[in-house]
């Protein structure tokens, strides 16, 4: 007869799993004993044969969610991009179509392990770290992964290098060195504006309040 390393007991109604190798008690929060005694055997079966056990973690999934074992990071990615404003959409398009993600989107979701997820941090910089926290945060909330790949503490901290704006006499070498006209000009948006290279790329006259811009005092000569 097989050693059978969990028992069960009750305490205030509640089940209680106890493992007798190593004497940790874990409440099962069920007052149902078949159910207490499901989970048991499941656990008794997974510890006597864990090859077993992957294979009965995902047919307990797949009878919740038939989706579960097929659906991928690009899901995830194509719900994260169709969230917030049109601007903020158009925006996470444009980071998740970098290369770093291309490692990740065909990916499916419950077999990513938190290897795949440091070594695509390393792959990527501060930005691909955000983006990737939020989708990661996101396959969560939504039941799309069944636990956390990451607890938050794992995280590693984003480190971000010291930035300074560049200087007038920079600024001029660079666009005096620039022949093409439609780049130089892009660079003279950047300079007057102070925006972002990815907010002046997408900046439209759409963007711009021409009669709030027309009031303003001209600049003398």
Not at 138 to 155: D, E, F, Q, S, Y
Request: hydrophobic residues 35%.
């Amino acid at each position: 007869m097989r050693k059978q390393r969990y028992w069960l007991y009750r305490r205030a109604g509640i089940y209680y799993l106890h493992d007798a190798e190593t004497g940790k008690r874990e409440s099962l929060n069920t007052h149902s004993k078949r159910e207490a005694e499901q989970i048991r055997i499941v656990r008794n079966e997974v510890a006597a044969r864990p090859q077993v056990g992957w294979a009965l973690a995902k047919a307990c999934f797949a009878a919740q969610d038939s989706k579960v074992l097929k659906r991928t990071w690009q899901e995830v990615i194509e719900e994260f991009c169709s969230r917030g404003k049109s601007q903020t959409q158009t925006y996470r398009r444009w980071v998740v179509s970098q290369t770093p993600f291309n490692q990740l989107r065909h990916k499916k979701l419950i077999e990513t392990t938190a290897d795949d997820i440091m070594g695509f941090l390393k792959a990527g910089g501060a930005q691909t770290h955000l983006v990737l926290r939020c989708l990661h945060n996101l396959a969560v909330g939504l039941g799309w992964l069944p636990w956390p790949i990451l607890a938050n503490k794992l995280w590693p901290k984003i480190l971000t290098k010291n930035k300074r704006g560049i200087t007038w006499e920079e600024h001029g070498r660079i666009t005096d060195a620039e022949q093409n006209l439609e780049r130089r000009l892009y660079y003279e948006v950047l300079w007057e504006t102070g925006a972002s290279q990815t907010d002046a790329a997408l900046l439209h006259a759409q963007s711009i309040d021409w009669r709030s811009a027309s009031s303003l005092p001209k600049a003398k000569n």
